[in-house]
């Protein structure tokens, strides 16, 4: 359901169980299928007590020197 404003990119994020800080996923494009091999570093994190984020941010992600912006959806992980 998003939908590109030409102002905004939105940009996911791995929010680690243990509180540690968020990972950046990459920069998610509306109406865009993206596929990413995910280093073992972050799929050790995908574990039940992780989530998942999606922030709004400028065109082409947050700014190295900027807080991530508001979260627009949010998912977490569970074991099944």
Do not use: C, Y
């Amino acid at each position: 359901g998003l939908t590109a404003d030409g102002v905004h990119d939105h940009e996911l994020w791995l929010v680690p169980a243990d509180g540690a800080a968020l990972v950046s996923l990459g920069v998610v494009k509306p109406g865009e299928v993206r596929s990413m091999a995910v280093p073992a570093s972050v799929s050790r994190q995908l574990d039940a007590g992780a989530g998942l984020v999606l922030t709004r941010e400028p065109i082409g992600g947050k700014p190295a020197d900027a807080e991530a912006g508001p979260v627009v959806a949010q998912g977490a992980f569970n074991r099944v």
